[in-house]
């Protein structure tokens, strides 16, 4: 059933991670993946992988939920690999048909298909820790500057939050259509492509409706609740960088700057 | 006693089992709708009378149990399964959302067009379905002009269409006004009346259920924790209250009329019982 | 002092005809209402009666096409003080899902006071005071979409009183509630009029609930076609009736008794009341 995808991905939790600012953590996301960019031997990339434990440790996130969230990009990672190791350059160890694999090829792959894997893992930590809202909120704060641009940063951020609302909803909208067609004799999953796109009509019709109509009573709702943009809006919940979010970040850096110098070093 | 025609077997649903979020909604039901009959199935939100109802024409598969019409398990095959549909016909809350045709008659014509039949068959069902519910004047309409108790109406039509023989419907009086539960209920009873159908009408308003039923079943925590005909169901008021149910009114009234020493005949639970109770008592004293 | 919350007078209202040259249907022709501060009134009528429209007009939402309307003082076209107005007559809808605004209890509470402006630590506040008025304090770090209907009203509910309102205007509130969600939102709402003193206006279906206000308004076709007590308004069976609606079941058991010649009590709106006249009758025999 649509009901048991769970959006947005987010694992409620007590701990250090759950409690850093929201822009310290989108900020270390970009961060660690610059540093895991950068990284280029098997050192660097042991420094990163340490790190990224580390954090997956202390955030309690249990490694099974990690690599559940995995299992869509396998299919990139084995191919990026096998590309990697077929078409490597250098001494050639085995070689069958056109392809040869090298020593450098092992490597490559290896790495690369790492890279993808814990480039993937890092931004998990992002969403995983981050209530929906949170992120939105740190996202506004960082875009900011970008209103001195003429950017409608509260209004992009709203809308955001608003949609992260309204997907659960739907999606139980969804649902409760999709039975009341099929009680009424609808199939969805005979036919050929025409017939099959044909078919979601009677789901799109009314999910496009009461989607509108929700969309209407919401907004007279929250203009009943005296929303009228972002100016003069205070929050409930306060950002406020704490000790912990200066350590974080100065742990960050210290990260790249680390995995920038091994390269410098040829490591 | 009539036979049954729909029958549910130890019926038990476990959603999203073997994850933190794993509910048992239904618990080993045994459910009997018997031919032409009229059952009331009652309980609180949460109860699994949603989930109950959604097994009856196979839209959800049990953990475990049998769905059976008229003796043949309905998730059997395909075809069993498809038949379910047209013979059990279930109408959802607020089945008003699910319109999406231009006009009412195509709206109404969908369920009849899935069953494949003949276009003469259909454009006479699509006319006497309208017919049972009011909307004749409407067919050329589109529904969406409609007013919120017409679109019920025609959203009822649309399964009506499909002349099932059990006709299940979810809370179809939830929020009209008086008028209109009014008129809904007498387009249901009329369908029953006039083909013989039975009729399953879920609901958490006792008095609803308790005007026409003849047989009612109360749902709590995906069991039945009673079933019976309507006075023996309200003769048990206070384990009503403690499931979160209440009694109907007149019930309550019986029983404060009791306790101050009026004595009346029968279990009285509509207005009407308990109008022709007191007359009669009215009228045993003045002859006395 | 003033003791008049609202005032309405000879408010015309209508919608935008949707065919061009056809002359527009008035939804609300000439309501007088005044509403005295601290009151309960409740407001009937059919579906299509005008009454949702009238509500809509309390707090800016719609604005007069004709007449006026002054609420706390304040004329509702005055674009200035719609804000001002807002925050004094808050407003609880029928769909509980599609006037929540976030994924989290709290914030969603928060969201009033925040467009106020007010400052954080006094949202904390009267965030956690408004959740505990409504008794959904432990929900608070909460998912409102996993909540029932009549855990999700509250939730709304909450998120108005957050506002201070001096009034409120509940549109439907238990329409799509169970029965123990309808208890609820109603002892929620009878506990604002005692304890906070919040002028109520409900618009429902249900005449046991409207039986529990002061003053009972009873709308057809654009226009107040009944005003008084509940025990005067429901006592007009007969022209309830005509107008599609329906009274009490005990109100409509001791009619139906008197048009049989029982001498009892018309004006019983509670079972309660009802078994006490009964047993007296009966008794006296």
Same mark, same amino acid.
């Given at each position: 059933?649509?009901?048991?995808?769970?959006?947005?991905?987010?694992?409620?939790?007590?701990?250090?991670?759950?409690?850093?600012?929201?822009?310290?953590?989108?900020?270390?996301?970009?961060?660690?993946?610059?540093?895991?960019?950068?990284?280029?031997?098997?050192?660097?990339?042991?420094?990163?992988?340490?790190?990224?434990?580390?954090?997956?440790?202390?955030?309690?996130?249990?490694?099974?939920?990690?690599?559940?969230?995995?299992?869509?990009?396998?299919?990139?990672?084995?191919?990026?690999?096998?590309?990697?190791?077929?078409?490597?350059?250098?001494?050639?160890?085995?070689?069958?048909?056109?392809?040869?694999?090298?020593?450098?090829?092992?490597?490559?792959?290896?790495?690369?298909?790492?890279?993808?894997?814990?480039?993937?893992?890092?931004?998990?930590?992002?969403?995983?820790?981050?209530?929906?809202?949170?992120?939105?909120?740190?996202?506004?704060?960082?875009?900011?500057?970008?209103?001195?641009?003429?950017?409608?940063?509260?209004?992009?951020?709203?809308? #955001?939050?608003?949609?992260?609302?309204?997907?659960?909803?739907?999606?139980?909208?969804?649902?409760?259509?999709?039975?009341?067609? !099929?009680?009424?004799?609808?199939?969805?999953?005979?036919?050929?492509?025409?017939? !099959?796109?044909?078919?979601?009509?009677?789901?799109?019709?009314?999910?496009?409706?009461?989607?509108?109509?929700?969309?209407?009573?919401?907004?007279?709702?929250?203009?009943?609740?005296?929303?009228?943009?972002?100016?003069?809006?205070?929050?409930?919940?306060?950002?406020?960088?704490?000790?912990?979010?200066?350590?974080?970040?100065?742990?960050?850096?210290?990260?790249?700057?680390?995995?920038?110098?091994?390269?410098?070093?040829?490591? | 006693? =009539?036979?049954?025609?729909?029958?549910?077997?130890?019926?038990?649903?476990?959603?999203?089992?073997?994850?933190?979020?794993? #509910?048992?909604?239904?618990?080993?039901?045994?459910?009997?709708?018997?031919?032409?009959?009229?059952?009331?199935?009652?309980?609180?939100?949460?109860?699994?009378?949603?989930?109950?109802?959604?097994?009856?024409? &196979?839209? %959800?598969?049990?953990?475990?149990?049998?769905?059976?019409?008229?003796?043949?398990?309905?998730?059997?095959?395909?075809?069993?399964?498809?038949?379910?549909?047209?013979?059990?016909?279930?109408?959802?809350?607020?089945?008003?959302?699910?319109?999406?045709?231009?006009?009412?008659?195509?709206?109404?014509?969908?369920?009849?067009?899935?069953?494949?039949?003949?276009?003469?068959?259909?454009?006479?069902?699509?006319?006497?379905?309208?017919?049972?519910?009011?909307?004749?004047?409407?067919?050329?309409?589109?529904?969406?002009?409609?007013?919120?108790?017409?679109?019920?109406?025609?959203?009822?039509?649309?399964?009506?269409?499909?002349?099932?023989?059990?006709?299940?419907?979810?809370?179809?009086?939830?929020?009209?006004?008086?008028?209109?539960?009014?008129?809904?209920?007498? =387009?249901?009873?009329?369908?029953?009346?006039?083909?013989?159908?039975?009729?399953?009408?879920?609901?958490?308003?006792? +008095?609803?259920?308790?005007?026409?039923?003849?047989?009612?079943?109360?749902?709590?925590?995906?069991?039945?924790?009673?079933?019976?005909?309507?006075?023996?169901?309200?003769?048990?008021?206070?384990?009503?209250? !403690?499931?979160?149910?209440?009694?109907?009114?007149?019930?309550?009234?019986?029983?404060?009329?009791?306790?101050?020493?009026?004595?009346?005949?029968?279990?009285?639970?509509?207005?009407?019982?308990?109008?022709?109770?007191?007359?009669?008592?009215?009228?045993?004293?003045?002859?006395? | 002092?003033?003791?008049?919350?609202?005032?309405?007078?000879?408010?015309?209202?209508?919608?935008?005809?949707?065919?061009?040259?056809?002359?527009?249907?008035?939804?609300?022709?000439?309501?007088?209402?005044?509403?005295?501060?601290?009151?309960?009134?409740?407001?009937?009528?059919? =579906?299509?009666?005008?009454?949702?429209?009238?509500?809509?007009?309390?707090?800016?939402?719609?604005?007069?096409?004709?007449?006026?309307?002054?609420?706390?003082?304040?004329?509702?076209?005055?674009? @200035?003080?719609?804000?001002?107005?807002?925050?004094?007559?808050?407003?609880?809808?029928?769909?509980?899902?599609?006037?929540?605004?976030?994924?989290?209890?709290?914030?969603?509470?928060?969201?009033?006071?925040?467009?106020?402006?007010?400052?954080?630590? @006094?949202?904390?506040?009267?965030?956690?005071?408004?959740?505990?008025?409504?008794?959904?304090?432990?929900?608070?770090?909460?998912?409102?979409?996993?909540?029932?209907?009549?855990?999700?009203?509250?939730?709304?509910?909450?998120?108005?009183?957050?506002?201070?309102?001096?009034?409120?205007?509940?549109?439907?509130?238990?329409?799509?509630?169970?029965?123990?969600?309808?208890?609820?939102?109603?002892?929620?709402?009878?506990?604002?009029?005692?304890?906070?003193?919040?002028?109520? %206006?409900?618009?429902?279906?249900?005449?046991?609930?409207?039986?529990?206000?002061?003053?009972?308004?009873?709308?057809?076709?654009?226009?107040? &076609?009944?005003?008084?007590?509940?025990? +005067?308004?429901?006592?007009?069976?007969?022209?309830?009736?005509?107008?599609?609606?329906?009274?009490?079941?005990?109100? !409509?058991?001791?009619?139906?008794?008197?048009?049989?010649?029982?001498?009892?009590?018309?004006?019983?709106?509670?079972?309660?009341?009802?078994?006490?006249?009964?047993?007296?009758?009966?008794?006296?025999?």
């Amino acid at each position: 059933m649509l009901k048991d995808v769970t959006l947005g991905q987010y694992f409620p939790g007590d701990t250090v991670v759950h409690r850093l600012d929201p822009r310290t953590k989108i900020l270390m996301v970009i961060l660690y993946i610059a540093a895991l960019f950068n990284a280029k031997s098997w050192i660097s990339y042991g420094v990163v992988l340490v790190f990224l434990a580390a954090a997956i440790a202390v955030s309690r996130i249990r490694l099974k939920a990690m690599l559940k969230g995995l299992k869509p990009v396998v299919f990139i990672v084995v191919l990026t690999s096998l590309l990697n190791l077929l078409y490597g350059r250098g001494e050639i160890i085995a070689q069958w048909w056109i392809f040869h694999i090298t020593r450098e090829g092992i490597k490559a792959a290896i790495l690369m298909g790492a890279r993808l894997v814990m480039l993937v893992m890092g931004t998990f930590m992002l969403t995983y820790t981050t209530s929906p809202i949170m992120l939105t909120y740190g996202l506004e704060l960082l875009l900011n500057p970008l209103k001195k641009l003429k950017v409608p940063v509260h209004e992009l951020a709203m809308m #955001m939050s608003m949609a992260l609302r309204l997907i659960p909803t739907l999606i139980e909208e969804t649902d409760k259509i999709m039975s009341a067609q !099929k009680a009424r004799g609808a199939e969805f999953d005979t036919g050929n492509l025409i017939e !099959k796109a044909k078919a979601m009509l009677p789901i799109l019709v009314p999910l496009f409706l009461s989607s509108f109509r929700r969309a209407d009573e919401l907004a007279t709702a929250m203009e009943a609740r005296c929303y009228h943009g972002g100016e003069g809006r205070t929050r409930l919940n306060v950002l406020k960088m704490a000790a912990r979010d200066h350590i974080t970040l100065g742990v960050g850096l210290a990260l790249l700057a680390g995995v920038i110098a091994l390269a410098k070093l040829g490591l | 006693m =009539n036979e049954p025609i729909l029958k549910t077997e130890n019926l038990t649903h476990v959603y999203s089992p073997g994850t933190p979020f794993e #509910m048992t909604a239904l618990n080993g039901v045994d459910l009997e709708i018997r031919k032409g009959e009229i059952l009331g199935i009652i309980g609180h939100t949460g109860s699994g009378k949603s989930t109950l109802i959604q097994h009856l024409n &196979a839209l %959800i598969k049990p953990t475990s149990g049998r769905v059976l019409l008229e003796g043949r398990d309905i998730n059997e095959s395909k075809s069993a399964i498809r038949q379910a549909r047209s013979r059990v016909g279930l109408v959802f809350q607020y089945p008003e959302y699910q319109l999406f045709e231009e006009t009412v008659y195509k709206d109404i014509a969908f369920g009849p067009k899935n069953m494949k039949l003949s276009p003469e068959e259909i454009d006479r069902r699509v006319r006497e379905a309208a017919g049972f519910v009011g909307v004749e004047e409407l067919l050329d309409r589109s529904p969406f002009d409609l007013s919120g108790g017409q679109k019920r109406r025609v959203a009822i039509a649309g399964v009506i269409a499909m002349m099932p023989e059990v006709l299940v419907l979810d809370e179809p009086m939830a929020g009209l006004d008086p008028g209109g539960c009014r008129e809904i209920m007498d =387009n249901i009873l009329s369908y029953h009346d006039k083909t013989g159908a039975a009729v399953v009408v879920v609901t958490h308003s006792m +008095e609803e259920a308790a005007r026409r039923a003849d047989r009612m079943v109360v749902l709590n925590h995906g069991t039945v924790a009673m079933s019976g005909a309507p006075e023996e169901i309200f003769a048990r008021g206070d384990e009503l209250r !403690k499931m979160g149910l209440a009694a109907p009114v007149m019930t309550e009234l019986s029983q404060r009329l009791r306790a101050l020493g009026v004595e009346l005949p029968g279990t009285v639970y509509t207005v009407e019982q308990m109008a022709a109770a007191l007359l009669e008592l009215e009228g045993g004293r003045g002859r006395a | 002092m003033d003791d008049t919350a609202i005032k309405i007078e000879n408010l015309t209202f209508f919608y935008p005809s949707e065919e061009e040259g056809q002359a527009p249907e008035d939804v609300l022709s000439g309501v007088d209402l005044t509403v005295e501060k601290g009151s309960f009134t409740a407001i009937l009528g059919h =579906n299509g009666s005008g009454k949702s429209t009238l509500a809509r007009h309390l707090n800016a939402l719609l604005l007069p096409k004709g007449g006026s309307v002054t609420v706390f003082g304040m004329d509702t076209r005055d674009e @200035e003080l719609t804000l001002e107005i807002r925050r004094r007559v808050g407003m609880v809808f029928q769909n509980p899902d599609n006037q929540i605004v976030s994924n989290v209890v709290e914030e969603d509470v928060a969201f009033a006071p925040e467009n106020l402006g007010i400052p954080t630590p @006094e949202i904390r506040t009267r965030v956690d005071e408004a959740l505990k008025t409504v008794g959904m304090y432990e929900f608070r770090t909460h998912a409102p979409h996993l909540l029932s209907g009549g855990q999700k009203q509250r939730i709304a509910i909450a998120g108005v009183l957050a506002m201070r309102p001096k009034c409120v205007v509940f549109d439907e509130p238990t329409a799509m509630l169970d029965p123990q969600g309808r208890r609820d939102v109603m002892r929620i709402i009878g506990r604002m009029k005692k304890e906070l003193g919040t002028t109520v %206006i409900l618009i429902t279906h249900h005449m046991e609930e409207a039986a529990m206000a002061d003053r009972v308004v009873v709308m057809s076709d654009g226009q107040i &076609a009944m005003d008084g007590a509940p025990g +005067e308004v429901f006592t007009r069976v007969e022209e309830l009736e005509a107008l599609g609606l329906t009274v009490p079941d005990t109100v !409509k058991l001791m009619w139906e008794l008197r048009q049989k010649g029982v001498d009892v009590p018309l004006d019983t709106l509670d079972v309660e009341e009802c078994a006490k006249a009964l047993a007296e009758h009966f008794k006296k025999k």
